[in-house]
């Protein structure tokens, strides 16, 4: 079984899949892997929350799981279902055949055979890679009742299927919880889990994630991009640009052959970054050439 063996070897083995990592954030997920507890991470939609999960199962040689919250989603959805189309027609075909045994049929037609297993109850399947990756991908997005029922599941890691009986992990996942904290997720949960807040990265690290995820830009633009995405995220905006618009803005642009930034490039390009019109308008005219000689000042800053 493949593990890590100390706080360097997770930021090592993070690196190798391209997720740049701090120690603050390396050392909760080394003790959330050696202590076998769920890590719970709150940030800003954009600042590479889910990545993490990803790259962990690809640092670690394991399977990734991934249940994407959203409003309206109950236990029945994030578990199990029964393949109902799959069960009519072997009704159907008993039917037909006119050998249909009443108790025969209803006792094979709630077997695994028609089971559609959703997240919750894959990641707690016997796995030869070992224990699976349980992506719980933005839950601030749920309400109360399923907080409540992940806090039963991921206490004994085991669900109950009425027709089936209760299913228990023969070993217990590897929980990663996100969340945009659009709402508060309650306390409860979080108890149960090690807590980080992963905020936007300062200017030498996103330099870094650039240079990984965008290898084909230049090295001034990349440095002019995050100089200008960190000072966007200071204006009064509804929706800050994340990591991931940071990237993708610099790979369009690469695409554009735009060699260094100009209010002409960041004005044909703003819909790379922001993703709301309000925000875009704010930005038209001379306000982003301010906010570009600010960049540029801040780089000469920096060196």
Request: net charge negative; with cysteine.
């Amino acid at each position: 079984m493949i593990s890590f063996q100390s706080i360097e070897a997770v930021q090592e083995g993070l690196a190798k899949n391209f997720y740049v990592c701090g120690r603050a954030l390396a050392t909760v997920v080394f003790l959330s892997l050696k202590l076998g507890r769920p890590l719970f991470l709150e940030g800003e939609a954009g600042v590479g929350k889910t990545e993490i999960a990803k790259a962990l199962a690809a640092s670690l040689g394991r399977r990734l799981i991934r249940l994407q919250c959203y409003e309206g989603l109950d236990s029945t959805n994030a578990v199990y279902e029964w393949n109902f189309a799959a069960q009519m027609i072997a009704i159907r075909t008993a039917e037909a055949s006119g050998t249909a045994d009443r108790g025969r049929l209803q006792s094979e037609l709630f077997s695994e055979e028609y089971l559609i297993r959703r997240p919750l109850l894959s990641a707690m399947q016997p796995d030869e890679q070992g224990a699976p990756i349980l992506l719980i991908d933005e839950l601030d997005r749920t309400d109360e009742p399923f907080e409540a029922f992940l806090l039963e599941a991921l206490s004994e890691f085991q669900v109950t299927i009425p027709e089936l009986g209760t299913i228990r992990a023969p070993e217990p996942p590897i929980v990663i919880v996100t969340s945009n904290r659009t709402r508060e997720v309650h306390d409860a949960l979080k108890r149960r889990c090690l807590y980080h807040w992963i905020d936007y990265p300062d200017f030498s690290r996103e330099i870094k994630i650039l240079s990984q995820r965008a290898p084909n830009v230049s090295e001034t633009l990349s440095r002019e991009v995050v100089a200008f995405i960190q000072k966007l995220r200071m204006e009064d905006l509804f929706k800050k640009p994340g990591v991931a618009e940071a990237i993708d803005w610099a790979k369009c642009l690469s695409a554009l052959d735009v060699i260094s930034l100009s209010p002409e490039a960041i004005s044909d390009t703003l819909g790379a970054i922001l993703k709301y019109q309000d925000d875009i308008a704010k930005l038209q005219g001379s306000e982003a050439k301010r906010i570009l000689d600010d960049a540029r000042s801040s780089l000469e800053l920096v060196g």
